[in-house]
C-alpha cells in the first residue's frame, strides 16, 4: 500500500511561469513532510519542508502548502527557472507521532522539466 | 554540510555473486540509512542503522543484510546478487545530530546486476 503518492509522473512548465507539484498521503500519523530534488547521477536534496502544525512554509521561490483534512501538500516553485527541471520527491515522517517506521516515506517521484 | 562517502560509485555483477556496498559518514550520527531507487518507485528503505551493532529492516529488506561495527561504516551486503536487485543505492544520514525527519544523502552506488 503506498502511503506516499506523486500522481504525476511528469509536468512541463514554461520558464518564468509557476511549477506546482502534488502529493496525496494515507496514513494520518505522518507528521512532517518534506520535499527532495534529484538531478541524474546525484543524490537527492532537501529542498523545504513542513512539520503537521503548519499550512504553508515558503523559502525563496519555493512554498509548500499542506493541507491535513485532505491529506495533500503542493510545492509551489515561482517564478520557474531551468535549473528547476529535475526529479521531485515527496517524502513523509512520523517519527513525532511514533506512527511509522524509521527512516523517511517516499513517493515516486515528479519529473519536472522547464521549458525555455 | 554532512559527510558521507559510498564505495564503489559504480559496479556491474553476476548472478549469484556476494557483493558488499559501504557507507562511510564522518558526522558521527547514530542513525544511517540504506534506500534503493529504481524508476517507477521512487526511494525506498532497505535497512537502517540506530547504533552500533543495532539495525533494523525496511521496507524492502529481503535478499540484503547490514552491518554497523563502527559508527562511521554501514555495510549493506547482497549475499547472492539477482537482476532484481539492479538499482542505485543510496547511504542516507540524518541533516542534523539526533534524530530528525531529513536527511541528508550520499551519492549513489549504481549496481548492474547481469
Known amino acids: 500500500d503506498q502511503q506516499v503518492k506523486q500522481n504525476s509522473p511528469s509536468l512541463s512548465v514554461q520558464e518564468g511561469r509557476i511549477s506546482i507539484l502534488n502529493c496525496d498521503y494515507t496514513?494520518?500519523?505522518?507528521?512532517?513532510f518534506l520535499w527532495y530534488k534529484k538531478y541524474p547521477a546525484e543524490g537527492p536534496t532537501f529542498l523545504i519542508s513542513?512539520?503537521?502544525?503548519?499550512d504553508k512554509n515558503e523559502d525563496g521561490r519555493f512554498t509548500v502548502f499542506l493541507n491535513k483534512s485532505a491529506k495533500h501538500l503542493s510545492l509551489h516553485i515561482v517564478p520557474s527557472q531551468p535549473g528547476d527541471s529535475a526529479v521531485y520527491f515527496c517524502?513523509?515522517?512520523?517519527?513525532?507521532?511514533?506512527?511509522?517506521?524509521?527512516?523517511?516515506?517516499f513517493g515516486k517521484g515528479t519529473h519536472l522539466i522547464i521549458q525555455p | 554540510d554532512a559527510g558521507i562517502t559510498q564505495s564503489p560509485r559504480h559496479k556491474v555483477t553476476e548472478t549469484g555473486t556476494p557483493v558488499t556496498l559501504r557507507c562511510h559518514q564522518t558526522e558521527n550520527h547514530r542513525y544511517m540509512y540504506w534506500y534503493r531507487q529504481d524508476p517507477g518507485h521512487g526511494l525506498r528503505l532497505i535497512h537502517y542503522s540506530y547504533g552500533v551493532k543495532d539495525t533494523d529492516k525496511g521496507e524492502v529488506s529481503d535478499g540484503y543484510s547490514v552491518s554497523r561495527s563502527k559508527t562511521e561504516d554501514f555495510l549493506l551486503t547482497l549475499e547472492s546478487a539477482t537482476s532484481s536487485q539492479t538499482s542505485v543505492y543510496f547511504c542516507?544520514?540524518?541533516?542534523?545530530?539526533?534524530?530528525?525527519?531529513?536527511?541528508?544523502f550520499g551519492e549513489g552506488s549504481r549496481l548492474t546486476v547481469l
Open positions: 542516507a544520514i540524518p541533516r542534523y545530530q539526533g534524530r530528525t525527519g531529513e536527511l541528508f
Open positions: 513542513i512539520s503537521s502544525i503548519k
Open positions: 496514513n494520518s500519523m505522518f507528521d512532517y
Open positions: 517524502a513523509a515522517s512520523a517519527l513525532g507521532t511514533g506512527g511509522g517506521a524509521d527512516g523517511l516515506t
